[in-house]
């Protein structure tokens, strides 16, 4: 079975200080890992798509990296903008590649 | 364009009351799904459709029925409503096979 761990549940950063987001998986075959930003009241919202070890995307402030046994979301001189709650997915390769395994989320709380 | 469109936002069932979440997209997306979000157990899939007139059962089914009659629609039924069933539910798209879901802004179901 398909699993997805993010740590740390919850993270309060001062404006400007740096740090990373973890997501541990295990998948039988690992077809996509992918990055979504959720704010409250709103549904998640597509960040970044990596499908093999070492690939690296960035956006704006933020980074994300994948090894083969998890992926970094990395947050460089964060605002307060920036919070919000950060979800990770594994999609595996199966017969229909159709379902995505969630974890529970990191809530980064940016202040100023 | 509107992307996924989700009604009702919110929605009071007494316990046995039947009711549908519907979800509507205009990005012409083949697959459609829905899942529900419970604090600490993440996004779970309900139920999928790769097309019309196909759906597939995802991880947390019972008690939930779809349909899907057009491309752009794709409606969940809960038959006879349990307070297990009070959560968020969010329906979600994407082209078939990226990975990369689009969502509703979430329906929010209490269950008395």
């Known amino acids: 079975e398909d699993q997805v761990t993010q740590s740390p549940e919850a993270l309060r950063l001062q404006e400007g200080e740096s740090s990373s987001l973890n997501c541990s998986y295990t998948?039988?075959?690992?077809?996509?890992l992918f990055w979504y930003r959720q704010d409250p009241g709103k549904g998640p919202e597509f960040l970044f798509t990596?499908?093999?070890a070492g690939e690296e995307k960035e956006k704006e402030r933020l980074k994300a990296t994948l090894t083969k046994k998890e992926s970094f979301l990395h947050i460089t001189a964060p605002k307060p903008e920036d919070s919000a709650t950060y979800l990770c997915?594994?999609?595996?390769?199966?017969?229909?590649?159709?379902?995505?395994?969630f974890g529970t989320g990191t809530r980064l709380q940016v202040t100023l | 364009n509107a992307g996924v469109t989700q009604t009702p936002k919110f929605q009071v069932l007494k316990t046995g009351q039947s009711m549908t979440l519907q979800c509507a997209q205009d990005m012409n997306h083949e697959y459609m799904s829905w899942y529900r979000q419970d604090p600490g157990m993440g996004l779970r899939l309900i139920h999928y459709?790769?097309?019309?007139?196909i759906t597939d059962q995802g991880e947390v089914p019972n008690g939930y029925n779809v349909s899907r009659s057009t491309t752009e629609d794709f409606p969940l039924r809960l038959l006879s409503a349990a307070p297990s069933q009070t959560s968020v539910y969010f329906c979600?798209?994407?082209?078939w096979g990226t990975g990369e879901l689009f969502f509703g802004e979430g329906s929010r179901l209490t269950v008395l």
């Open positions: 459709s790769v097309g019309a007139g």
């Open positions: 990596l499908y093999s």
């Open positions: 997915a594994v999609q595996a390769w199966t017969g229909t590649a159709s379902k995505l395994t």
């Open positions: 979600a798209s994407m082209i």
């Open positions: 998948v039988s075959g690992l077809r996509g």
